[in-house]
């Protein structure tokens, strides 16, 4: 893993080193807390900061047999760190290991390889480094050249430190929220109409109809964009798209606020409208869209039950859905209330479906309809190019927004490196193979827009500043929100 690593002609080698390895980022998508880098965080040891919270090497450590008390049980944080040491060497193939290694090579200095016989020196170096050097949260973000990042978040988040952030004078990186509303979507949930009462909360609004409820997200809305949010985010994991009339939803509605029984048919009526509603205010906000498509959640009810959602027991899914997407996409666009709409596949077979109808709905602005970069289990090296492939085969390639991290980790942004290369060496082995000229020019542009420029553009991060928003003590939401 020298200089050149990935890169296997001497167009990528050149494209990579001159154009894109100094880009910024901008992480338009991810799961970090705004708490812990508004508070700059110091991370202890390399087990906190490593496999804290990250679930595909959860899995790794599964799967290579490690018994669950090494991954979120009791046992010491050295210890589930010699087992990481052990795991490691068995991942050949594996970007885990990749991952690794360019971790402990960018964020420590470290070149050695991890292996239970280099174990002890690199626990050692590495928590020094932690707890005596520049590691913080924040110098962290800074050290990768990160100008802007979005969390992800609840439209009853108070957004407490997001607006913290944004009155520091001392951090410049602009850490934007991001307006995830499953627990309105989520009308099957026990926990739906509990929610409906902590958005009665922070919007001051009495919801007694859908019409009221509607006027609350509005809200919400619209005190996300005054914080800094230009995208929402959806996680679309069966069918979600079905006619019905207003009087219908109300109904389904009424029936979820007083805990009835809500059937299938009637989750999905009641999840479209409330999307294609949701679509229109994030167009009339110039906000992007942000689809997830085809996650299994939860697959493993004995350990979902044992530690919880989101530790590792999630796969692809393999349900049809391009009608349901062409549908509601259409839904918005005949009413000339289309947002920029970001459309990310779980299921690789599913690429060249997403991407043509992407295609669909394209209009003045360059690549309104996004085919996402390759997510989670396709976040790998031939996931990576074959999303790049499928996205020069049927549409614009310099028009793509790039990489983000969806991690909870800091030294995750090691993973917009590895985009970057694998980028380059696909482009590069167009140009040597004469399918492109050696223009290098425009190569470098469209190089440094799919690293960086694209998605600033797409989302305006640069004009983002934000009306005054006083001091987040004296805000409503702190009190009745979450925080």
Known sequence: MNQDFLLETETAKRLFHDYAKDMPIIDYHCHLSAKEIAENKRFFTITEVWLGDDHYKWRALRANGVSEEYVTGEKSVKDKFLKWAETVPNLIGNPLYHWTHLELQRCFGINEVLTPETAEFIWETCNKELQTGDLTAKEIINQFKVKALCTTDDPVDSLFYHKQLKEDPTFSVKVLPTFRPDGALNIEKNSFSDWVKELELVSNRNIATYQD?????????????????????????????????????????????????????????????????????????????????????????????????????????????????????????????????????????????????????????????QFGTAWWFNDQRDGMEDQIKTLANVGVLSNFVGMLTDSRSLLSYTRHEYFRRILCNVIGKWVENGEYPADFEQLGKIVKDISYSNIENYLGFDQVEGKELGHVENDISVVWGRQ
């Open 213 to 369: 409820f509607k006027k609350a997200l509005e809200d919400r809305v619209n005190y996300f964009h005054d914080v800094g949010c230009r995208l929402s985010d959806h996680g679309l994991d069966s069918s979600f798209y079905r006619t019905s009339h207003e009087s219908d939803i109300e109904t389904i509605f009424n029936k979820a606020l007083a805990n009835e029984i809500i059937n299938e048919e009637e989750v999905v009526q009641y999840k479209s409208a409330l999307m294609v509603y949701l679509g229109q205010l994030y167009a009339k906000k110039g906000w992007a869209m942000q689809l997830h498509i085809g996650g299994l959640r939860n697959a493993n009810t004995k350990m979902i039950k044992k530690v919880g959602p989101n530790t590792g027991f999630d796969s692809i899914a393999d349900f049809t859905y391009a009608q349901d997407l062409a549908n509601l996409l259409n839904e918005l666009e005949i009413n000339d209330c289309l947002p920029k709409t970001i459309l990310y596949c779980l299921n690789p077979r599913d690429n060249y479906m997403v991407a043509t109808l992407a295609g669909n709905f394209q209009s003045e602005v360059p690549g309104k309809i």
